[in-house]
Nanobody, 121 residues
Framework: QVQLVESGGGLVQAGGSLRLSCAASGGTFRTYHIGWFRQAPGKEREFVAAISRMGGSTYYADPVKGRFTISRDNAKITVYMQMNSLKPEDTALYYC??????????????WGQGTQVTVSS
């Protein structure tokens, strides 16, 4: 029902910043909680951040608290994740995800294809 397309990834030096975008189509965007997951080679896929339907609540994994900020603009049908003070361990493929129920979501209904973030040391 919902298609998610990530953008904004790239190569950045440690300590730098990137802003990821997740553009949605094909569904009623405001009815979904939106989140970000990431997966690095040889590591398990891990939750990064989530934002509620109206944007009033956010939830972050401990490793990114204070450095990453998730936001959404329902009029633009887009979710953003500002990533500051990036570390080499942040290097991963980042996925945008959508969940219809639960806060914070435990199950996700739709996944994007991912955008690569590489942080050099």
């Amino acid at each position: 029902q919902v298609q998610l397309v990530e953008s904004g990834g790239g190569l950045v030096q440690a300590g730098g910043s990137l802003r990821l975008s997740c553009a949605a189509s094909g569904g009623t965007f405001r009815t979904y909680h939106i989140g970000w997951f990431r997966q690095a080679p040889g590591k398990e896929r891990e939750f990064v951040a989530a934002i509620s339907r109206m944007g009033g609540s956010t939830y972050y994994a401990d490793p990114v608290k204070g450095r990453f900020t998730i936001s959404r603009d329902n009029a633009k049908i887009t979710v953003y994740m500002q990533m500051n003070s990036l570390k080499p361990e942040d290097t991963a493929l980042y996925y945008c995800v959508a969940a219809s129920t639960g806060w914070p979501p435990q199950e996700y209904d739709y996944w994007g294809q991912g955008t690569q973030v590489t942080v050099s040391s």
